[in-house]
Structure formats: C-alpha cells, structure tokens
C-alpha cells in the first residue's frame, strides 16, 4: 500500500466507525476540494453509496459556479443534500458585502449561526427532492449528534490539535485544553446527551494528498480550482466578496500538483486568499464559535 | 505521481527538556518552516527584548503561548531527501498524559527526549514506559543540552546507562542513544564538531533509518468485522461484510470462521469501489466481502482464515491496563470494553499488581487503579469476545475501556483466563442462594393451574408474524385455562427499560432484564410468551441461565442461524397461524407442560 492508500484506509475506517456508532449524523459539504475528497471517500467506505446526508451552508454569496456543481453532483451521485441558511441576516442585510458588518461578524452571521441552528434543527432546512429537482423543506428536525469535517491538520495552527472524534458541548465550543485520549483507532463514539461530536476523517491528509488523490481517483472537481485563461485560479474556495484567487497557471490536476511539489506556494498559506482570516483573531476566533 | 513515503514519528519527555526545541530545529535545519517565519519570530522576538527560542515556531495557538506549556499533540511536517514526515508532539507535562498517549500510538517511531543537566526525571520513564505499551517497537533516546554539560562524553555514557538499566527491566531496548544540543543545533541535522568522540547518526540519519510498517502481512489473517451494508434502497442487493484488515491477506474463495459466533463461510467476492476487481486483500486494507452462503453475523465479529492459528474466545483474561480516568477504576462498576470493532461489558475481576510508572515501586495491595497507574488486572465481559494475546497479535490484542462516555484506559491482553465459572453464572449462583418463596410452593400451582410453568421464546428475522403467533399463543392457552401471559417489547421499552433508553445500545441489559422478569413470572406458575428478533446462541444461553431453574422452550420461525442451539421446534414461515399456535400446544402437550385435554 502507498501512502495514499494508508490515508484512503484510515479516513473509511474513521467513516465507518462514525456511521455504525452515530443514529443521527451527518457530513459537511462545503463544495471545496477536501469536503468534496470526503464525500469520495464515503462512496468507497459504503461501496458507491453516501448514506449519510450531506449538508450544506448556503450564505447566498457562494460563487455561483459552487451552487451549480453541488446540485449537479448531488443528482448524479443520489446524495441525501440538505442546505441550511441564516434567512434572517441575508433579508435583513445584516452582511459585509451589504456593508453593514465587518467581515467576522459576517461569517459569524452567515456560517457559523446558520451551521449551528441548521445542525440543532431550530431552522428549516431543505432537502433535495430526486423526483422533481429541487429543494423542499425538510420536515425531519432532529439534531444531528455527530458532524463530520473535512478539516486537515496542516491547514493552520489550531486545526493540528484536532482528534478524529471531537466533543462539542451544546454551545458548539471546542475545550482545546481537554481532549479525550485517542489511540488505537479507539474513538471517542460515546457521548452525553446534549452534546455533540465533529468527526475528522481528514485528518492526517496534506494539501499535496488531496490533489494526489484528485487525480489518482479522477474525481470531478469544481472548475475553479483550475486556471481558465486568466493567469489566476482558486486555491481556497468561499463566498465571492471575502475569497481572492492565487496568481497561478496551473490549468490541470497535475500542473496544480507540480505547483505545490515545486515549493513555489511554499511561503504561502492555503487560506491566504481568504480575507476573514485576516482579521483581528481571525479563524482560531471563528473556528471557537463551531466554524469549520 | 508522487510515491514518496510517509512516517510518523512522535517526540516524547519531561517537561523542558527540550522537545519544543528539537522539533523547531528540525524544522529549521530541513526548510520545512514557511517562507519568512524564521525571520518573523526572531523580529518579533527581538522587539518584546527576549531571547529567541526554536520552541516558539511551534507556538501555533494562543492559549500555548499563554500557558508557556504544550497543551496537546500537535503535528508538524518536514522532509528529508528520503520521506515525508509527520512529528508529533506529544506533551511532557503531566496533566496532558491523555495527549501523550494519543500522540505516540499513531507513532511508527518516537524520539524520547532527557535533559544531560536535570537526568532523568519521572516523565523520562512514564513515557518510556507508555511509549512501549502503546506498542511503539522504535525508540532513541535524545540526551539533550549536552552544551550545559560541556559536551562531555562521561555525562552521556553514564545517562545512557541509567537509562538503558530501566528500561531494561520493562524489556524495552531502544535503537540508539545520540548526544545533541537541540539548542546550539549539534547532531541534529549535521554532525556535532563539539562532540567528535561520537560516531553515530544525527538525529535526521536516524530518522530515515526508521523501519516501516511490513511485518502486519505475514501475520495470520485477522479482520474485525466493523458492519454489515445493505444498501437495498438505492437498488444494491450485496450484502456486505465490511471492515479492516488488521493482520495477513485474504482471497476470494477462501473459507472464513466468524468468532466468537463459530460460523463459518466462505468469500464469495472482495467488494470495492472506483477499482480494478480484486481477488484478494491484505493486512491495511479497509475492506469489504461478500459471503458464500446466507449466514448472520453482527459488528464486532473476529473473521479468521479456520486454517491459520486461532484467536482466543472467552469471558475473562489477563492484560496490562493503564488507567487515565479521572475517577479510579474499580471493582464495584461496569465498564464498556472496546476491542478492535467488538464491544463488551467489562468487570475489574481482580488487580495481581500495580506499577506506578515513575518510580517502578510495585504494589500487590491496591484495590483500584488510580488516574496515571499501570496495573495488571483480570477483566471480564457478560459475553464472550474474540481476541489475540498481545504477544502472538498485537493489533488484535488490545483494547480501550470507557467509563462514563469517556476512554478512561487502555491495555494489552496477556493471557485468556477463561473456562471458570462467567459473571453471569457466578450471578445466578448466587441469586438463586438468596430466593426468596412465600408459602406456595411450584408444585401447588402447578396442581392448581392444571400445567406447569414455562418461559417460552418466539424468535427469527423481523417481519415474520413471530408476534401474532405469541400473541395468538397466548389466546389459545388463555381459552384453555392456562395461566399465560404475553410480554410484548413495546411494553418493556417504556416500562421496566425506561431508564435505559437515553443509553445507546443496550441490547445485552435489556436480555438481562427480560430473563430476571422470566424467571419471577414462570416463579409464578406462567406459560410466560415472548417474542425476540434475531436471537443468537449467546442470547438463548442468556435467557435460558437467566430464567434457572425454571424451564425454557424456543420456537425459531423462518431461518434463524444458530451454531449451538437447537430450537425446541423450528416452523419454515407463519402462512397459517392456525396452524402454527397448534403445533406449539402439541408440542407443550408432548412435553407434559399441559395436558392433552386442555387443547
Ligand atoms: N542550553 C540548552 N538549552 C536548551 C536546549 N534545548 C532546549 N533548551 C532550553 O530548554 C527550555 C525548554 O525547552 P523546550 O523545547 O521548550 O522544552 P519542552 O517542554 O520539552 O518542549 C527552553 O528554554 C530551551 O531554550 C539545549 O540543547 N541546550
């Protein structure tokens, strides 16, 4: 087995375990490269099927393209796709693109609120009806005990002291300090009413894995990821207002990969194209709050 | 395509003796840092007038810095011209022992690190000794500082020494000791011009003389069943056994045992996906098979190759545990077991010895296991489990206990101990010592009812009419004077199991409790009627213990795989539950339970 095959092994295994000891779970989907690694990975643990609902943060200022392959592949794989949203801040404008709030708060509003009301099932979410191709509401509301992530260890300082199976208490917050032991591929699948459990499967993968693994298992990603003329591409995909592209001509799988072996992005955080980071507190803040 | 391999590697010791700082030189010395940030953290070091530390490029969180210390493993890359990397850090200080013992059992290999000025101190051994119990084979040792210690060769020599005596006595024996200054950058990527009396590797030499992985292939072949799929909805008619393969290889066509079950099968095709067919698995791999025959087995299953050495079966056995609880582990409580994907109730049958890890003081007193102890215990579980000894099969002779909703412990099995009497036959022994009868005895009900008292169990796959026929059962007696009575599970769930139902699985408290209430209702002179989906041999065993020594009579309807029981009556399918009730009074009639008259 190569390396690749190792992650492959690790992530169904930690799916597995997470679908056999969870009776309400779920998977995030947030349309980019790793959640969407994921969702690939979920087709191999349960041989070409994802039964697990896909859920799905709709901010309403996603790159259309995002909203676009979602639907599409959630027909063509017959996903279980769910979205939630935060309906009251986008009519109210309460946004930084509508200028009323800084960037944080706007992710605040938009991800982190909609993700942990859409999870508790306090708001409507809205499930993809095969029949007719579209959305419906959803009349299932009960809270979701275990979320998986795609988060990767070495995206940023506070995602490497992740555990595979991470206990939130009903707040969503995250008790970095005290962290259940982790060993022997024994999780922590046990958990006490009222609070929940994030499921990294990702881990241990690198941003280089991941495109390995694209191209490897030729698995169809979102366009934008390439470069389309410009001489630019997305390396870190989110809403339109806060997320820049990176100066680079990578147009396929493997120049991206011969991009990232070739250390020129060595200097270069993944997430440096996303502007929320960037402020005071940025992600570590966010991520406190349940962000992913 | 990139085919570079992969190691983790953990670092482990005391608190201050340098870790932070050997991890941020290696990361220095291979480039692996990201552009700039060297510079960075000297300027700002420079700025707020400290001293520069190696150890703050690993500060990646603000709630390390402001604690100084390392709070919980984190991972760092770096390569060097032959793998990639990952070190993870492993706390030294003693409150974050859990994230020790976290870190280092993803380990291939670990780097202990001791300070040559301080010696060796508690966590120098705690963690040697952990390290080896989670199975770590590949230790070196750092004795790092050796500037404070004028790069002395003595001072080395006698630290290894020490330290080589100790972890002897615990049979560990590192790969090597190598003398460095984490600080001033000696032997750890380049030779030490201070230490030219040492001829080993650096620090990165040794890294990539590391062996890794291999050995796992050549094993006997052992796959703990993690589920079974059915995706018959989305129009997929396998049904699939799917789980990873922890030890040997397996092929298409082979036969298979199921353990603790006993049931055997052979593989009809190695399932996947987005793949080339295959025709055979290996030791890595999570998989997935179709079997030969329709058998039932359930998660938590040991599938072995019925020709290769087999795993152990049994109720009670001997292990190594080191606990990590916040309230001890004792005697007086049930824990949950959690060997490869079986879980288990567990009993602390017993402790032979405690060790407390920093000092090897041994104690043959103790009746708990402390937070931080390693003790040799005897557990034991309700039901049988599959299992290796750690000697013969590591990666399936180990487990976790959780007390709690927490894993509070971990340990290695040392010796199946089972054969004596199990906890449940202990438990019936002893209730049935302290019965309490009033003044009527069996035998006047019986005279009285006109038949004798019997707990009878419908069980067979769901949705096969098993409770109209009890129910139907229980109509007929009824009508014929019987003193009968129909237990139905919808009752039971919100009853006597009210208590239960905010717990997960409960299948075994629940059989516990349906076979004490048998056992007071057949006390009682009933014909007692219930119906079970899918009973095991395991689970009858139960009932019928439970329900001693009164008498027990199973009905299988439709196909029931029992290895060991043999149902009292088996009936193909319910078409006519007419039918179907009579040869049950006909049967309870033949074995004199009632008389033939009654019906
Ligand atoms: N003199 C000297 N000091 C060192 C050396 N390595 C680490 N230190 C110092 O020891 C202290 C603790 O080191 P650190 O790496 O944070 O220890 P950790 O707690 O094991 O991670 C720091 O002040 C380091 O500067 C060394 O090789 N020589």
Redesign the pocket.
Known sequence: MNHLDKLEAQSVYILREAYREFKSLCMLWSIGKDSTVLLWLARKAFFGHVPIPLVHIDTHFKIPEMIEYRDRMALEWNLNMIYGENREAVVAKQTFPDGNTDRITCCRHLKSEALKRTLSGEWPRYRMNHDLKRYEPDEKNEPYTGVIVGVRADEEGSRSKERYFSPRDSGNSWDVGDQPPEFWNQFKTDFAPGTHVRIHPLLDWTELNIWEYIERENIPIVSLYFDRGEGTRYRSLGCWPCTNPIESSSRTLSEIIDELGSGSLAGVAERSGRAQDKEDGGLETLRRDGYM | MHTRSQMNIVIV?H????????IGRLLADTGSLPEGKLDAVRESCRRNSKPF?Y?FLLDALKDEQSQG??IDTARCFFKTAYRDYIIIDAP?HIEFLKNMITGASRAEAALL?IDAHEGIRENSKRHGHMVAMLGVRQVTVLV?????ADYRQADFEALKEEYTAYLRQIDVEPVSFIP?????GDNIASPSPAMPWYEGPTVLGQLDRFRSGGELRDKPFRLPVQDIYKFTQSGDDRRIVAGTIEAGTVAAGEEVLFLPSGKRSSIASIESFNTPVKHSAEAGEASGFTLATQIYIRPGELMVRPSDPQPEVGTRFRANIFWVGRVPMSPEKEYKLKLGTARATVRLAGIVSTLDASDLRLSRTKQQLDNRDVGECILETTRPIAFDLASTSETTGRFVIVDNYEIAGGGIVLENLSGGETILERHIRERESHWETGNVLAADRERANRHRAKFIVITGPPHTGKRALARELESLLFRNACSTYYLGMAAIEHGLEADLRRHGDHAEERLRRIGELARIMTDAGQIFITAIDDADDRDIETLKLLNEPNEILVVGVGENDFVSTTPDLDIDSIDDLFLAVSRIAELLASKEIISDYQI
């Open positions: 010791g608190v201050d003796h340098g870790k932070s700082t050997v530390e150890a210390i390392t030294g690190v790092n500082k050796m500037d404070l460095v200054s984490a600080r001033e």
